[in-house]
T-cell receptor, first 111, second 110 residues
Framework: QKEVEQNSGPLSVPEGAIASLNCTYS??????FFWYRQYSGKSPELIMF????GDKEDGRFTAQLNKASQYVSLLIRDSQPSDSATYLC???????????FGTGTLLAVQP | DADVTQTPRNRITKTGKRIMLECSQT?????MYWYRQDPGLGLRLIYY???????NKGEISDGYSVSRQAQAKFSLSLESAIPNQTALYFC?????????FGPGTRLTVT
């Protein structure tokens, strides 16, 4: 079992819709959870982080964390074509405190 | 100036050669990481360091070594490069709450 799992996609949504990206993790000791966006050929950039159960909103982005289910998600409201990218879920904490990434979900927003 | 820099940005080398990838950061972070990225496999952790005297293996450390010369510098070496080490390599730093990535080094081993 991979430590951090994501559906590779592609996830295709129409412009203006809500995109929902999901991630599960295996280490119950994980403490910090991150969403990165990566455009093709570029380096990942951090867009959201969350530590506590519940929702955290930042503009059009909402991160949701459920530690009991070991599940973290990212919602993107009013999706724009410029949101088309690969979204990487990352987790840190636990026994070693290393920063581990999922394989990423490719999001395509159709104009 | 960029917070995290990597040199070289692109490199083509031959099988069996030794190569070093360098990373420098101006964030003042203690935590530094080396990842490789391959299509469909995401970012895989090679080595990580939480301070100058702390070096740890990641998921795929075989064939690689690292050196943390200072808080700001973390180098990755391939002692004898092989073709399946062809990939995009990223260095990252973190203060424990958020991570910052360098621009990446595209390495091709022929």
């Amino acid at each position: 079992q991979k430590e951090v799992e994501q559906n590779s996609g592609p996830l295709s949504v129409p412009e203006g819709a809500i995109a929902s990206l999901n991630c599960t993790y295996s280490d119950r000791g994980s403490q910090s959870f991150f969403w990165y966006r990566q455009y093709s050929g570029k380096s990942p950039e951090l867009i959201m982080f969350i530590y506590s159960n519940g929702d955290k909103e930042d503009g059009r982005f909402t991160a949701q964390l459920n530690k009991a289910s070991q599940y973290v998600s990212l919602l993107i409201r009013d999706s724009q074509p410029s949101d088309s990218a690969t979204y990487l879920c990352a987790v840190t904490g636990g026994a070693t405190n290393k920063l581990i990434f999922g394989t990423g979900t490719l999001l395509a927003v159709q104009p | 100036d960029a917070d995290v820099t990597q040199t070289p940005r692109n490199r083509i080398t031959k099988t069996g050669k030794r190569i070093m990838l360098e990373c420098s950061q101006t964030k003042g972070h203690d935590r530094m990481y080396w990842y490789r990225q391959d299509p469909g496999l995401g970012l895989r952790l090679i080595y990580y360091s939480f301070d100058v005297k702390d070096i740890n293996k990641g998921e795929i450390s075989d064939g690689y070594s690292v050196s943390r010369q200072a808080q700001a510098k973390f180098s990755l070496s391939l002692e004898s490069a092989i073709p399946n080490q062809t990939a995009l390599y990223f260095c990252a730093t973190s203060d424990g709450t958020r991570g910052y990535f360098g621009p990446g080094t595209r390495l091709t081993v022929t």
